[in-house]
């Protein structure tokens, strides 16, 4: 069966860079969530998206982006990155706004240096 | 505020035997309660689910409780197996609100 698909797996960048996360849900899923997990530390919830629009808003630092487009693949774009930046990126996707019924993907590992 | 919370880190159990991982959780106003497993490098899984108006579930291997009364929740795993190594998180879902809380993760490791 499909999962959600993020890509890049791995992406070192250096302080104060841009980086572009990408997410592709389970086919027929609308909905997608955006989590960051620090080192061992619990993943912590970004922004989520239902058909397109932004649905719900966590604690995304302003130097964050994200969208959905009309394929429902989201992206998630990061600017000015910081060392604190570190960490795995987990998207997962639901249908219709049913966070408890969410697959997540592999995640991608993203290195400030 | 909401938070979910887990009583031990870490947690070593000998192969065979039955773990049991807890949670403690604060927003009374949740609606599901998930286990997540996370092995090293992956996503978090789903293990099994529990809605607020239930106290007990069972898939296969594992159980979990919930007592709304001391807002607490855990995860039980029969006949553990090294397979079953891995973090183990709990987390809410608020009807309304378009995500998940979780709480701190549990590193279940299974001794031969």
């Known amino acids: 069966a499909a999962g959600v698909i993020q890509s890049p797996r791995h992406l070192i960048k250096e302080k104060r860079e841009t980086a572009t996360l990408k997410c592709y849900p389970i086919?027929?899923?609308?909905?997608v969530y955006w989590y960051q997990q620090g080192p061992g530390q619990d993943p912590q919830f970004l922004i989520s998206?239902?058909?397109?629009?932004?649905?719900d808003k966590g604690s995304i630092p302003d130097r964050f982006s994200a969208q959905q487009f009309s394929d429902y693949h989201s992206e998630l774009n990061m600017s000015s990155l910081e060392l604190g930046d570190s960490a795995l990126y987990f998207c997962?996707?639901?249908?219709?706004?049913?966070?408890?019924?969410?697959?997540f993907g592999q995640g991608t590992r993203l290195t400030v240096v | 505020g909401e938070s979910v919370g887990l009583h031990l880190p870490t947690l070593s159990v000998q192969e065979g035997d039955n773990s049991i991982i807890n949670c403690a959780y604060s927003?009374?106003?949740?609606?599901?309660f998930i286990w997540y497993k996370q092995e090293s490098g992956k996503g978090p899984q789903f293990i099994i689910d529990?809605?607020?108006?239930?106290d007990k579930r069972q898939g296969q291997r594992v159980t979990v409780l919930l007592n709304k009364t001391v807002k607490h929740l855990s995860l039980q795993i029969a006949a553990t197996q090294p397979g079953d190594s891995a973090v183990y998180f709990c987390?809410?879902?608020?009807?309304?609100?378009?995500?998940?809380?979780f709480g701190q993760g549990t590193r279940l490791t299974i001794n031969p």
């Open positions: 997962a996707s639901s249908l219709s706004l049913l966070p408890s019924e969410a697959f």
């Open positions: 086919p027929r899923h609308d909905t």
């Open positions: 998206f239902y058909e397109k629009m932004q649905s």
């Open positions: 927003n009374s106003a949740s609606d599901y």
């Open positions: 529990i809605r607020s108006n239930m």
């Open positions: 987390a809410e879902a608020i009807q309304g609100a378009q995500k998940l809380v």
